[in-house]
C-alpha cells in the first residue's frame, strides 16, 4: 500500500475505506463493555461530547498531517519538521496500532468460534448451556481462544502480504450496510422484549452523580479507538487520499457513522441485559454473553447468528488489515525489508502478545498489573493514554508548527471547498483539545485536586 503512494479510486472508495478502519469492534464490541462498566447514560454523554468537540477535529487535524505530508506516520512528521523530536508521536502511534492489534485479534478470533458454534449447532441446540457459563468455558480455555487468534492474525496476515484488499473494499460496500439492516433487526427485537424500558433508560437517562475521573477518561479513551484516532491510521489513510478528497465532508461522515453504529449496539445490547437479567458491567464478555440470548428469541435464530457474527468478523478483519498496514509500511519503509518479511515479522509478534492476553481470561487471571489483567492493562495503556497523548501532541505540533494559510489551503482543497468553520475549528485544534486532554489525564491522576486544592 504505501510502496507508491496511489490514491482511493472513488469518493466511495475513501468513505468505505475510513469507514472500514472506524467501525468495527470498538463500536459493537467495546462501546457497550465500556458503558456497562463506566455508568450507563453519563458515559454516553460525554462520549457524544468528546467525539464531537475533540474526535473531529484531531481527525480532521491527522488528515491534514497525512495528505499534506504525503507520507506514513512517522515520516509525515519528519517531513513536516525535519530534525525534530515530533516524529515520536508517530512511534507513539505505531506502537499502539501494534499493541491494539494483539488483543483487538483475540476478540476477533471470539468472533469465529461464535460463527463455528454457530454452524455446528451447539450455540442454540436443545440442552445448550447457559451462554454466561459457554462463553467463560470457552475464554478460560488454555488453547481454543489462541487457536481462533491464530486464525484471526492469519487471515490478517493473508491480507495484508497479497494486497487482496480491494477484494476485501468491494465486499464491505455489500456487508457494512448488511451490518446496519442486522443491527436495526435486533434492535427491534431487543427493545420489545419484557422489561427493555430499563435498559433504555440505563443507556440514555444520565444520572450525572456516576461522572468520576475514570468515566471521563474512560469516555475519551473509547472516542480515540472507536474514531482510530492517534495512532496515525487516518494519517496512513489520509497520504492516499486524493487532491479532491473532501476532508471535512470524510471526518463528518465517519464520525457520524461510527456513532450511530455505536449507539444501535448500545440499543440492541442494554434492553437484552436488562430483560435477561445480565449485569451490565460483565466486561468484556458483554456483547457475546448478551446476544445469544437476543437471536434466540428471533425466528430462525440459527441464520441470523451466523450472519451476524460473520459480519461482525468481517468489520473486525477490516479493522485488523488497517492496524496491521500501519506497522507493516512503517517496518518495510523504515527497515527496507520486504512487505512479505515486515508482515511476517508482525504477524508472529502479534500472535505472540496475543496469547497472553488471551490466556489473561484463564490460566493467567490471577496476573494483574495495578489490579487490571495483562488484557485490560494494555487496552488501558492504549485507548486512555497512547492515543490521547498522540491526538493531544498531533494538535499541539499543527497549532504551533504550521502556518494557518497552509492548514486552511489543505483542508479546503485550495479554496475549492468551503470551511465556513475555521476559525473555529482552529480553536478547538489549538487550544481546546490539547487543554481538555490534558485536563483529563491529570484528573484521572489526582493531580488536579492537588494542584487545585
Ligand atoms: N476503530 C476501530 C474500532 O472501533 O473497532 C479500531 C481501530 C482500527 C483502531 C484501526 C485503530 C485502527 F487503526
Request: glycine letters at 8%.
Amino acid at each position: 500500500m504505501a510502496d507508491n503512494r496511489v490514491t482511493f479510486g472513488s469518493k466511495l472508495g475513501v468513505i468505505l475505506a475510513t469507514v472500514g478502519c472506524a467501525v468495527g469492534l470498538g463500536s459493537v464490541w467495546r462501546f457497550p463493555y465500556m458503558l456497562g462498566t463506566n455508568g450507563g447514560a453519563a458515559f454516553l454523554l460525554v462520549y457524544i461530547l468528546f467525539t464531537i468537540f475533540l474526535g473531529l477535529p484531531v481527525m480532521l487535524t491527522e488528515f491534514f498531517v497525512g495528505r499534506h505530508s504525503r507520507s506514513n506516520t512517522v515520516g509525515s512528521f519528519r517531513k513536516l519538521a525535519p530534525g525534530t523530536c515530533w516524529s515520536w508521536i508517530g512511534y507513539n502511534g505505531i506502537l499502539a496500532a501494534f499493541l491494539i492489534l494483539s488483543y483487538y485479534a483475540v476478540v476477533s478470533g471470539w468472533t469465529l468460534e461464535y460463527v463455528w458454534q454457530t454452524l455446528r449447532g451447539s450455540l442454540y441446540g436443545p440442552g445448550h448451556a447457559d451462554y454466561t457459563a459457554g462463553f467463560q468455558t470457552f475464554a478460560s480455555d488454555a488453547f481454543r481462544p489462541i487457536f481462533w487468534t491464530a486464525a484471526f492474525v492469519g487471515l490478517t496476515h493473508f491480507v495484508v502480504v497479497s494486497g487482496v484488499d480491494k477484494g476485501i473494499e468491494r465486499a464491505s460496500k455489500i456487508m457494512m450496510p448488511l451490518l446496519f439492516i442486522i443491527l436495526l433487526v435486533m434492535c427491534v427485537r431487543s427493545v420489545t422484549l419484557p422489561d427493555a424500558g430499563e435498559g433504555l433508560r440505563y443507556l440514555f437517562q444520565p444520572d450525572l452523580s456516576k461522572l468520576t475521573s475514570s468515566v471521563v477518561l474512560s469516555a475519551l479513551g473509547q472516542a480515540f479507538f472507536t474514531l482510530s484516532l492517534g495512532m496515525g491510521c487516518l494519517i496512513t489513510y489520509a497520504s492516499y487520499f486524493s487532491k479532491d478528497t473532501d476532508m471535512q465532508a470524510t471526518a463528518w461522515q465517519v464520525t457520524v457513522i461510527n456513532t450511530f453504529v455505536a449507539v444501535l449496539a448500545g440499543i440492541m445490547i442494554f434492553p437484552a441485559v436488562f430483560s435477561f437479567g445480565i449485569t451490565p458491567s460483565a466486561g468484556a464478555e458483554l456483547v457475546f454473553i448478551t446476544l445469544p440470548n437476543v437471536f434466540e428469541q428471533l425466528p430462525l435464530s440459527f441464520l441470523w447468528s451466523l450472519i451476524f457474527y460473520i459480519l461482525l468478523a468481517m468489520a473486525a478483519l477490516t479493522s485488523t488489515i488497517s492496524l496491521h498496514e500501519v506497522v507493516t509500511a512503517y517496518a518495510l519503509e523504515e527497515f527496507h525489508m520486504t512487505r512479505r518479511k515486515a508482515a511476517w515479522i508482525v504477524s508472529v509478534s502479534v500472535f505472540l502478545l496475543g496469547t497472553v492476553s488471551s490466556l489473561s481470561f484463564g490460566p493467567l487471571k490471577e496476573f494483574t498489573i495495578g489490579g487490571l489483567t495483562f488484557f485490560e492493562a494494555l487496552d488501558y495503556l492504549t485507548a486512555k493514554i497512547m492515543l490521547p497523548l498522540s491526538g493531544m501532541m498531533t494538535c499541539i505540533f499543527v497549532g504551533t508548527h504550521i502556518d494557518r494559510a497552509v492548514l486552511k489551503a489543505e483542508l479546503t482543497n485550495e479554496g475549492s471547498v468551503r470551511f465556513r468553520l475555521f476559525a473555529i475549528y482552529v480553536f478547538f485544534m489549538k487550544y481546546v483539545a490539547p487543554v481538555a486532554i490534558g485536563i483529563v489525564f491529570l484528573n484521572e491522576l489526582g493531580l488536579l485536586a492537588w494542584l487545585i486544592g
